[in-house]
Nanobody, 121 residues
Framework: VQLQASGGGLVQAGGSLRLSCAAS????????MAWFRQAPGKEREFVAA????????KYGDSVKGRFTISRDGAKNTVYLQMSSLKPEDTAVYHC???????????????WGQGTQVTVSS
């Protein structure tokens, strides 16, 4: 499975941004799709995940109520809508896929290349 993330950029605090992750080479509907982020000098942090067919979604505590994950089966794409962005949301955001759900990064076999999100104060 190949994952291609896009949509990062520079945004002011309080603004919004939508990330996309296009998947290819596998059966999209069978994968748990997740977003992680990593800021300089910090460990990779779980952001959100969506199980196949959106049976359920999960969010990290720091983004609950502000970020929304969704998936479009017709486009084999998972999205991360980010609102009320804060400077501490600044990080490289990675999408990941696996057949099982976990909030741990080492659970996921497939990873995209990452997209930079910078939130200015």
């Amino acid at each position: 499975v190949q994952l291609q993330a896009s949509g990062g950029g520079l945004v002011q605090a309080g603004g919004s941004l939508r990330l996309s992750c296009a998947a290819s080479g596998g059966t999209f509907s069978t994968y748990v799709m997740a977003w992680f982020r990593q800021a300089p000098g910090k460990e990779r942090e779980f952001v959100a995940a969506s199980t196949r067919s959106d049976v359920f979604t999960k969010y990290g505590d720091s983004v609950k109520g502000r970020f929304t994950i969704s998936r479009d089966g017709a486009k084999n794409t998972v999205y991360l809508q980010m609102s009320s962005l804060k400077p501490e949301d600044t990080a490289v955001y990675h999408c990941a896929a696996d057949t099982t759900w976990s909030s741990r990064a080492n659970n996921y076999i497939y990873w995209g290349q990452g997209t930079q999100v910078t939130v200015s104060s």
